[in-house]
């Protein structure tokens, strides 16, 4: 079993910045592979970056790539998703997730490849 909390989530002004961290529970963090996910109102649970375990290898969603960075801390079993440029459109509760059973060099985008999940932050970014 793994918990996963993320914290960092607030309300920001279009153009603004925000950090969020994802707290692991267990100190295996360093073998799986990590993503961030995000849901709006009505809509599906989309992908938006994930990273293997050395922090080597990391995926962005085409809608974040270049605004966004995903990063990791093995010593601190914490991951990262930094924020910048935000938009109206990155409004949305996101959520971490552990890829505990996969193969921790690759990144998967499939929300169904990950086996645990956190609570989730609410990020809301005002025009």
């Known amino acids: 079993q793994v918990q996963l909390v993320e914290s960092g989530g607030g309300l920001v002004q279009a153009g603004g910045s925000l950090r969020l961290s994802c707290a692991a529970s267990?100190?295996?963090?360093?073998?799986?592979?990590m993503g961030w996910f995000r849901q709006a109102p009505g809509k599906e649970r989309e992908f938006v970056a994930s990273?293997?375990?050395?922090?080597?290898?990391?995926a962005y969603a085409d809608s974040v790539k270049g605004r966004f960075t995903i990063s990791r801390d093995n010593a601190k079993n914490t991951l990262y998703l930094q924020m910048s440029s935000l938009k109206p459109e990155d409004t949305a509760v996101y959520f971490c997730a552990a890829d505990v059973s996969g193969n921790s060099w690759i990144v998967t985008t499939r929300k169904g490849e990950y086996d645990f999940w956190g609570q989730g932050t609410q990020v809301t970014v005002s025009s």
């Open positions: 990273i293997n375990w050395s922090g080597g290898n990391t």
């Open positions: 267990r100190r295996t963090f360093s073998s799986y592979t």
